[in-house]
């Protein structure tokens, strides 16, 4: 039987396939200098959600933060960067008041390293229904993405 993909999933594809289709095309992209992405998903789109997600270095010092409010109407944004030269080491995720932290993922194995051209960037996903205390989910990922 034929399986639809979710709504997600065809927005990632087309997005994946975008940045790469212009990934050599130009020379836009070859002054651009790397960079790591930062997807935030609400797992559940009955829920809202206020997210603040910070991206820290070993030594404590911020390298990315943004805030975002997560509904039904804005369940995902995944167009946030920041530069590749940076040593990103924890990831702090506040929702809705409620701190966690997790390690940047590991992309030292052969199975997780990020392929020549493309650079490290998480996934957070906040999961938990409107009634249920929130909790976070970190996946790594690997995209084509220069900051101009």
Known sequence: MFNIPSRRTVLRLLAVSGLGGLAGCGDANASGKPAHTVSVYLGDRDAV????????????????????????????????TFPESTDPRNVVVTVDGKQFERPWPAFDDPDTRCSEG???????????????????????????????
Request: glycine residues 12%.
């Open 118 to 148: 493309n650079w490290e960037g998480i996934e957070v996903w906040i999961e938990g229904g409107p009634d249920e205390s929130p909790t976070v989910r970190l996946t790594g990922n690997c995209q084509h993405v220069t900051l101009e």
């Open 49 to 80: 959600r206020n997210v603040t997600v910070t991206v820290e270095e070993g030594d404590g010092t911020g390298v990315f933060e943004r805030s975002y409010s997560l509904s039904d109407d804005n369940e995902a944004h995944e167009d946030a």
